[in-house]
């Protein structure tokens, strides 16, 4: 089992920043994936950005590429996206999710991750 726990999200005005951190606990290890995935009230869950296998290789959504960065910090156990130049389309609940044993091809489907955090909501206005 693995617990996700999110926290940084927020109220900002277009163009700013905001850092999101995902804590994990549990049975992690060199072979989790680690993805941040955003929903919007009435739209599909989308893919945001993941971390592949204690960071061998990042992945981003076209929407995200050159404004948001996720980052890992293995001593922690904690994986941030840091969010910038922010627009009013990236408000969303933003959550984050684990799992030991993906593939590279599957990292861009929620649907393969088992492990879940709660969410955190960013809103981003003015």
């Known amino acids: 089992q693995v617990q996700l726990v999110e926290s940084g999200g927020g109220l900002v005005q277009p163009g700013g920043s905001l850092r999101l951190t995902c804590v994990a606990s549990?049975?992690?290890?060199?072979?989790?994936?680690v993805g941040w995935f955003r929903q919007s009230p009435g739209e599909e869950r989308e893919f945001v950005a993941a971390i592949f296998r204690r960071g061998s290789s990042t992945h981003y959504a076209d929407a995200v590429k050159g404004r948001f960065t996720i980052s890992r910090d293995s001593a922690k156990n904690a994986v941030f996206l840091q969010m910038n130049s922010l627009k009013p389309e990236d408000t969303a609940v933003y959550y984050c999710?684990?799992?030991?044993?993906?593939?590279?091809?599957?990292?861009?489907?929620?649907?393969?991750?088992?492990?879940w955090g709660q969410g955190t909501q960013v809103t981003v206005s003015s």
């Open positions: 999710a684990a799992d030991n044993s993906l593939i590279l091809s599957s990292i861009r489907n929620g649907g393969n991750y088992d492990y």
């Open positions: 549990g049975r992690t290890s060199s072979s989790t994936t």
